[in-house]
């Protein structure tokens, strides 16, 4: 299997409901960094996964608007806890969705699969992998 992984980062606002989150659950900030990875088993006729330059601007079209946003108040997300695993499957979703739109340069039907990571800070990070 190969992979192609790129990078970005935003910063962020919110809060949690519920206990289990202690201090969490007032309004506080986050900068998080995305790593974006599509997994293909074969590499294409030029010999990649798929176009790098492509992926990247796909991914930052993706998070521009919940950059220095508080995702308290996107309509999308009212009443939802926007923890760190709940992003990585919003951002999976989105950049599926640009690949099936053929948005990187290489049919989606040839990728096995979306990783995205998001540390939200040195010491932890959550993932979410799913097929395209």
């Known amino acids: 299997m190969y992979g192609v992984e790129v990078r970005d980062s935003?910063?962020?606002a919110h809060s949690f409901?519920?206990?289990?989150f202690g201090p969490?659950?007032?309004l506080?900030?986050?900068?998080?960094?995305?790593?974006?990875?599509?997994?293909?088993?074969?590499?294409d006729h030029n010999g990649i996964v798929v176009d790098i330059g492509c992926l990247i601007d796909v991914l930052k079209a993706?998070?521009?608007?919940?950059?220095?946003r508080n995702l308290d108040e996107i309509e999308a997300f009212k009443g939802t806890n926007t923890t760190t695993e709940f992003l990585t499957r919003h951002v999976h979703d989105e950049l599926?969705?640009?690949?099936?739109a053929g948005a990187l340069g290489r049919p989606a039907s040839e990728l096995r699969s979306i990783r995205i990571s998001i540390?939200?800070?040195h010491m932890a990070r959550?993932?979410?992998e799913a097929a395209i």
């Not at 409901?17 to 289990?20: C, Q």
């Not at 993706?62 to 220095?68: D, E, Q, S, T």
């Not at 599926?96 to 099936?100: H, L, T, V």
């Open 10 to 12: 935003i910063m962020i």
């Open 17 to 20: 409901k519920g206990e289990v």
């Open 24 to 26: 969490a659950q007032a």
């Open 28 to 43: 506080h900030g986050a900068t998080f960094v995305i790593d974006a990875c599509i997994i293909a088993d074969r590499l």
């Open 62 to 68: 993706i998070l521009k608007p919940l950059n220095y």
């Open 96 to 100: 599926a969705k640009a690949a099936r």
């Open 119 to 121: 540390s939200e800070s």
């Open 126 to 128: 959550a993932w979410y």
